[in-house]
């Protein structure tokens, strides 16, 4: 009887979110509807649109691969009632920690090197969160707030980086010097962007829900994340799960970030992450922090970007109008799986 | 003809607990009238069903001769009843005259808070009862017998004329006591009618002019306290019910495992200390009972020896060590099993699943390289839900179950390590007969083996029964310390409760010495 109603309480969240996203497309068309010109073209691009070639499509799943490592680490600092939202500035300063490493080793072997630079991104990120997680540990400073006003910060620093020290002077972009060619990781999809980190994210999704689920540390820090007090009834030593669980989401966070550059831009270009640390959220909200859910939740975020370039290119949608669209969605999606989050834990 | 009369009144919550059975209850216009009662004998229920804040399942109520149905706080309002809870409900950044008005705000223009006319109304009510608050200090610089005032004013505000005070005294100084039996005294002079909840006999004498005793959800005896004394109330209020029969095989005791040497517990802005210069010591093979009425120090007792709250003065010691500023979970590793009696906030997680419950103290023996051994785990949960009668599934998240069998989930975990010292705080509350029997003989084996075993506890009953000695709390000291005989059980009873109920201190001339305790 109680396995029936677990059925029921899956198909009344999935029913819940396609009603969600069935309302929210519907108001994307309307909108198109009524400020097209070409309405029917702009609704096949938008939704038909980043299908119709291997260009397309691969980019879209290449959008997705940073987004699972942000909707990752929301989900595992989220599981531990720790709430890091600085995952802006972590992203941007593990790709700055990456390119930096990558430039610092110009004639180093290709894997041996981009695993160093990968290192690189997680240390720095996961030292800027975990940063938060023990201000809050030692003087019980909201890790929410530090998070969020460290990632400021810090975008700025990673800024001076990459039009100071390491500028490259022969780009028009405001971005650092290009990494070595060696570093490149393989394209697995061309003509699109798509490459090995895209394998790689859904390795990470099954290692974060071992972790999670089933390790020692995952059990202490899930436990932690329910009922702190209990933990530390328990014996469970609560303080070190207000920092581990930063660290671990910091680090996600530095790994999108570096392997965005070695896969996918090659440089660090000035505001290349904006926006994902946002998303992350959202995902992990969409995925109710399991970390199997982050990977359909960050394709359909990728998947609604994408929709909306291709509007854009293809149609007589504007900028604005792909945004206000894409902003609905997001609105929605986010509105529906917050209150549900909501809900459960004003129940817990 | 009664101004207040309620006739058969039921109430059953969900967990299949009637708090109140078929109770009937009558106040006089302008009388004060105690309601006296152990833990649980449902007196708070009651209130609260006067008070709009629960529906009764059965009953009617009368006011004045009329029949009311009262919907819902705001409603009871309206109909002259106000309530001062036990845990006041302020707002500590508010002023006290914002806390007053919070709901009725006087508004000016239909849409600004007239705070001018509100504060001039309050002070009227102020002046008018001898209240010492400034209706413009805010909530949180108040002690905590101001903020019962603010509490008081805030009823009286809305012009109540029955006035509910649910146990009022449990959390003020002596010198706030009097303070307030001032105020009661004279609001009802003023001819108001006041109904105030209490364990305390000396208080019913002191205040009350008739008193009702409840046990266990129903009315026991109404008297007019002129006609009773403290001892006859303490006999109605405890009952007479038969002491548990548990086998028990006395055996020396060994060396201690815990002692406690003049702990304190001191909180800011509270003059009295939770817990003043405990001396304990309970020993290896050795049952010791703490029996209290709450609000006198047993929860602090329990926090402070589990590792969950840092003690400000004294030492603990387990095994012959310091262990007063160790963390929970060294404890733990030392050897501590603990029954907490908050079950569902600290004993358990409740969206967790059973079997995530059972291993949270105990994880670490089913790691493997980093992993959780999920079989052994399962296979440990059943093996334990088994013994304990527990019918559920080890997969479902423990807050599906009902209270009682969480609770045994609780026991079976702690009971089922090799502990050398073990905490119970109320173990049996909310267990039946059989389930509980069977806690007192688990209890005994890790007694048999070598525990020593410190047992909390406001069943005076299951004490008596197994405890080899059992202290006695009152206002955060202990103030007795006596051998169980068991063969004067009946005496002892008495005898307990009289100083659970502040009538009797051994230990007075160590303490601070109120005036008003008698010896």
């Given at each position: ?16 979110l ?32 980043p ?6 499509l691969g980019n879209m799943l290449n959008a997705a691969v940073p987004l699972v490592f942000t909707g990752l680490g929301i989900s595992i600092a989220f599981k531990?009632?720790?709430?890091n939202?600085g995952g802006e500035?972590q992203i941007y300063a593990g790709g700055?920690?990456a ?19 990968l290192?690189?991104a997680m240390?720095?990120s996961g030292?800027?969160a ?55 990781l393989t394209r697995i999809f061309?003509?699109s962007k798509l490459n090995v980190s895209a394998p790689f994210s859904l390795v990470a999704a099954a290692a974060v829900f071992f972790f999670m689920f089933?390790?020692?540390?995952g ?26 669980p930063?660290?671990l989401s910091g680090a996600l966070h530095g790994l999108g970030g570096g392997l965005m550059i070695l896969g996918t831009y ?6 290349y992450s904006f926006g994902m640390g946002w998303n992350g959220i959202a995902v992990a909200l969409i995925a109710k922090n399991n970390p199997l859910g982050v990977v359909p939740a960050a394709l359909l975020f990728a998947y609604l970007d994408a929709g ?22 997001f609105?929605?999606v986010t509105?529906?799986a ?11 | ?519």
């Amino acid at each position: 009887m109680r396995r029936e109603k677990r059925y029921w309480d899956f198909l009344a969240s999935f029913t819940g979110l396609a009603l969600t996203l069935a309302i929210s497309f519907s108001l994307v068309i309307a909108l198109i509807l009524l400020l097209s010109a070409t309405p029917g073209k702009a609704i096949f691009a938008f939704f038909i649109g980043p299908f119709t070639n291997s260009y397309y499509l691969g980019n879209m799943l290449n959008a997705a691969v940073p987004l699972v490592f942000t909707g990752l680490g929301i989900s595992i600092a989220f599981k531990a009632s720790v709430f890091n939202l600085g995952g802006e500035g972590q992203i941007y300063a593990g790709g700055l920690a990456a390119t930096a490493v990558c430039l610092a080793l110009p004639a180093a072997n290709g894997y041996l090197g981009g695993v160093v630079a990968l290192i690189a991104a997680m240390v720095l990120s996961g030292a800027i969160a975990g940063l938060s997680g023990f201000f809050r540990m030692q003087w019980n400073a909201d890790e929410m707030i530090s998070s969020f006003l460290l990632s400021a910060a810090v975008l700025l620093i990673v800024n001076h980086f990459i039009t100071g020290p390491l500028d490259d002077p022969k780009n028009n972009l405001l971005a650092t010097l290009p990494i070595g060619p060696q570093y490149a990781l393989t394209r697995i999809f061309p003509p699109s962007k798509l490459n090995v980190s895209a394998p790689f994210s859904l390795v990470a999704a099954a290692a974060v829900f071992f972790f999670m689920f089933k390790s020692h540390a995952g059990y202490e820090m899930r436990m932690c994340g329910l009922n702190r007090e209990f933990s530390r009834y328990g014996g469970i030593n609560v303080a070190a799960y207000l920092v581990l669980p930063m660290i671990l989401s910091g680090a996600l966070h530095g790994l999108g970030g570096g392997l965005m550059i070695l896969g996918t831009y090659h440089a660090t270009i000035e505001g290349y992450s904006f926006g994902m640390g946002w998303n992350g959220i959202a995902v992990a909200l969409i995925a109710k922090n399991n970390p199997l859910g982050v990977v359909p939740a960050a394709l359909l975020f990728a998947y609604l970007d994408a929709g909306a370039k291709a509007a854009m290119l293809n149609a007589d949608v504007t900028f604005e109008i792909a945004a206000v669209a894409q902003s609905f969605i997001f609105f929605f999606v986010t509105a529906q799986a917050l209150y549900g989050f909501v809900h459960r834990r004003r129940r817990a | 003809m009664p101004y207040l009369e309620m006739k058969g009144i039921s109430k059953l919550y969900s967990n299949n607990l009637l708090a109140n059975n078929a109770i009937d209850f009558s106040v006089e216009k302008n009388e004060i009238h105690a309601i006296i009662g152990e833990n649980g004998a449902g007196k708070t229920t009651l209130m609260k069903i006067l008070s709009g804040l629960e529906q009764p399942d059965a009953g009617s109520i009368f006011l004045g001769g009329q029949r009311v149905a009262i919907r819902g706080p705001l409603h009871a309002n309206r109909l002259g009843i106000g309530m001062v809870h036990q845990h006041f409900k302020l707002i500590p950044e508010f002023s006290v005259a914002e806390n007053v008005v919070l709901g009725i705000e006087p508004l000016r223009g239909g849409l600004f808070v007239d705070t001018a006319a509100a504060a001039e109304r309050i002070r009227t009510v102020i002046e008018s009862h001898g209240f010492s608050i400034d209706p413009r200090t805010k909530v949180f610089a108040l002690t905590v017998g101001q903020r019962q005032q603010v509490e008081i004013v805030r009823i009286l505000y809305r012009d109540a004329r029955l006035l509910i005070l649910d146990e009022p005294t449990s959390v003020l100084t002596e010198q706030e006591i009097n303070k307030l039996f001032d105020t009661l005294r004279s609001l009802q002079a003023d001819g108001k009618t006041i109904i105030i909840i209490t364990h305390k006999l000396r208080e019913v004498k002191e205040i009350s002019h008739r008193v009702t005793v409840m046990r266990k959800g129903a009315v026991v005896a109404v008297r007019t306290t002129a006609d009773v004394d403290k001892a006859e109330l303490s006999q109605l209020m405890v009952g007479r019910s038969v002491l548990f029969q548990i086998e028990r095989s006395t055996k020396a005791c060994g060396s201690p495992v815990l002692a406690l040497e003049g702990v304190m517990l001191k909180q800011p802005g509270r003059g009295r200390p939770l817990l003043d210069r405990i001396n304990l010591t309970v020993r290896s093979c050795q049952i010791v009972g703490v029996a209290g009425v709450s609000g006198n120090g047993l929860g602090e007792l329990e926090d402070v020896v589990a590792g969950l709250r840092k003690i400000t003065g004294g030492r603990i010691f387990h095994n012959g060590e310091n262990v007063s500023r160790i963390s929970a979970a060294a404890l733990r590793e030392r050897g501590l099993a603990y029954v907490p009696a908050d079950r569902l906030r600290r004993g358990s997680s409740l969206p967790s699943t059973v079997m995530e419950n059972m291993i949270v103290t105990n994880h670490h023996r089913f790691v493997r390289a980093g992993f959780l051994r999920g079989g052994k785990i399962q296979q440990f949960a059943e093996r334990l839900m088994k013994g304990f009668g527990i019918d559920d599934g080890p997969q479902v998240p423990i807050g599906t179950l009902s209270g009682g069998n969480i609770q045994k989930v609780i026991l079976a975990r702690e009971l089922a390590s090799t502990a050398n010292l073990l905490v119970v705080s109320e173990p049996t509350w909310g267990l039946d007969v059989a389930s509980s029997q069977f806690v007192y003989e688990k209890i005994l084996a890790m007694r048999g083996a070598g525990a020593g075993i410190l047992f909390l506890s406001s069943n005076l009953d299951e004490l008596l029964g197994i405890a080899d000695t059992i202290a006695v709390m009152y206002r955060g000291r202990i103030v007795a310390n006596l051998p169980n005989d068991h063969a004067t059980s009946k005496k002892m009873k008495e005898l307990i409760g009289e100083y659970m109920l502040g009538l009797r201190d051994d230990f007075a001339s160590q303490g601070r010495g109120t005036p008003e305790r008698q010896t």
